[in-house]
């Protein structure tokens, strides 16, 4: 939901949504999938096993996991709404490496998977800046605990570099978050995600630019 047209007040922080039977349909994901599948497959690894989390409507799995049949592709979400759509597309789908929905709440000092870890890779579309810091803090702390030594954490959404926005519409976007709820916010990647990244033993690798002043960032654990 980074895309600026999405940010319409909510009950909940979900984006826009159409829904036809259980199936939901974010026009955000419809415009943003290609190009977030298209460098995910170029920068993430090829095989092995990605949790998805705040998968929201199931959208973005089936749309990479159909790219990419070598990779396992665990998604889901803690709304209980979001993990039916998830569950309608995973069997509409068919395809053997899509599972979930899991229903991790990212705060949750246990993600109820570390038994299954560790994880080749661990993703986060259009998360972080809805929901207050704490998502971010434990989304850091899970990277950590959950994926292997060499696993990439793979951002997509708005970020803002060294305290200052990207665009005037970043910025925008920002204060109206801000304004439905102070405690959520454009994340900064040096002055919010640097220190969490350390504390974690992640590497900030590479950053990808994506249309409408979105960003793929992509954090390597040591
Ligand atoms: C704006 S939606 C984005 C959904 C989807 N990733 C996409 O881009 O289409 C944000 C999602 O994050 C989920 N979310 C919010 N807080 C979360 C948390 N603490 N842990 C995990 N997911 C969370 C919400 O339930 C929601 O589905």
Same mark, same amino acid.
């Given at each position: 939901m980074a895309d600026k047209s999405d940010d319409r007040p909510h009950e %909940? *922080?979900?984006e826009t949504r159409a829904a036809a039977g259980e199936k939901l349909y974010s026009p955000s994901a419809a415009r943003n999938r290609d190009a977030i599948r298209d460098v995910m497959l170029d920068?993430?690894? =090829? &095989?092995g096993k990605i949790l998805e989390i705040g +998968?929201?409507?199931?959208e973005h799995g089936v749309h990479i996991a159909a790219a990419a049949p070598r990779l396992t592709w665990h998604t889901g979400d803690p709304d209980p709404a979001s993990r039916a759509s998830i569950a309608a597309w995973i069997s509409a789908a068919g395809l053997a490496n899509l599972k979930g929905p899991h229903a991790i709440d %990212?705060? *949750? &000092? /246990?993600? +109820? %998977?570390e038994a299954g870890a560790p994880f080749d890779g661990l993703v986060s579309i259009n998360m972080i800046h809805i929901a207050p810091f704490a998502a971010a803090t434990g989304l850091f702390a899970g990277a950590g605990r959950v994926? $292997? =030594? +060499?696993g990439a954490l793979f951002f997509y959404g708005p970020f803002s570099r060294g305290g200052v926005h990207s665009a005037p519409s970043n910025e925008a976007f920002d204060a109206s978050l801000k304004s439905r709820d102070p405690r959520w916010g454009v994340r900064d990647? &040096? $002055? /919010?995600l640097a220190l969490l990244a350390q504390k974690n033993a992640l590497t900030r690798e590479a950053i990808v630019e994506m249309p409408a002043n979105n960003l793929c960032v992509i954090f390597r654990k040591q």
């Amino acid at each position: 939901m980074a895309d600026k047209s999405d940010d319409r007040p909510h009950e %909940v *922080a979900l984006e826009t949504r159409a829904a036809a039977g259980e199936k939901l349909y974010s026009p955000s994901a419809a415009r943003n999938r290609d190009a977030i599948r298209d460098v995910m497959l170029d920068i993430m690894p =090829s &095989e092995g096993k990605i949790l998805e989390i705040g +998968g929201g409507t199931g959208e973005h799995g089936v749309h990479i996991a159909a790219a990419a049949p070598r990779l396992t592709w665990h998604t889901g979400d803690p709304d209980p709404a979001s993990r039916a759509s998830i569950a309608a597309w995973i069997s509409a789908a068919g395809l053997a490496n899509l599972k979930g929905p899991h229903a991790i709440d %990212v705060t *949750a &000092e /246990d993600w +109820g %998977v570390e038994a299954g870890a560790p994880f080749d890779g661990l993703v986060s579309i259009n998360m972080i800046h809805i929901a207050p810091f704490a998502a971010a803090t434990g989304l850091f702390a899970g990277a950590g605990r959950v994926l $292997r =030594s +060499g696993g990439a954490l793979f951002f997509y959404g708005p970020f803002s570099r060294g305290g200052v926005h990207s665009a005037p519409s970043n910025e925008a976007f920002d204060a109206s978050l801000k304004s439905r709820d102070p405690r959520w916010g454009v994340r900064d990647l &040096e $002055r /919010d995600l640097a220190l969490l990244a350390q504390k974690n033993a992640l590497t900030r690798e590479a950053i990808v630019e994506m249309p409408a002043n979105n960003l793929c960032v992509i954090f390597r654990k040591q």
